[in-house]
């Protein structure tokens, strides 16, 4: 550890943490507090807030035929299928 190294203590897993120096910087200049995770248990946090996982089944919103997509069918979306999809963007 250099003396410039910031040594933490994770609140999740109490596992020690190192803020380098340029971390310590642009904290500093967005005025965003330290943190108090370590990198894994960061990751694993933002990791829990994507919906990779759940998939639904909805209706095209053009043509109408089933298709999977990970939008919920309570979500305000319009949902369109691969080919409606590319018919409207090309």
């Known amino acids: ?3 410039k190294q910031t040594k933490f203590t994770c609140k999740e897993c109490s596992k020690e943490f190192l803020v380098i120096p340029q971390e310590m ?3 500093a200049e967005k005025k965003l507090p ?11 946090r933002r990791m829990a807030l994507r919906n990779e ?7 095209c919103g053009k043509c109408g035929d089933s298709m999977l997509t990970t939008y919920a ?6 949902i369109y299928c691969q080919k409606c999809f590319w018919e409207n963007v090309g």
């Not at 069918?73 to 319009?78: G, M």
């Open 53 to 59: 996982r759940a998939l639904y089944k909805r209706s």
């Open 25 to 27: 910087a642009i904290y």
């Open 73 to 78: 069918p309570d979500a305000p979306y319009a």
């Open 34 to 44: 330290l943190p108090d995770q370590c990198p894994s248990c960061r990751h694993k």
């Open 1 to 3: 550890m250099t003396p």
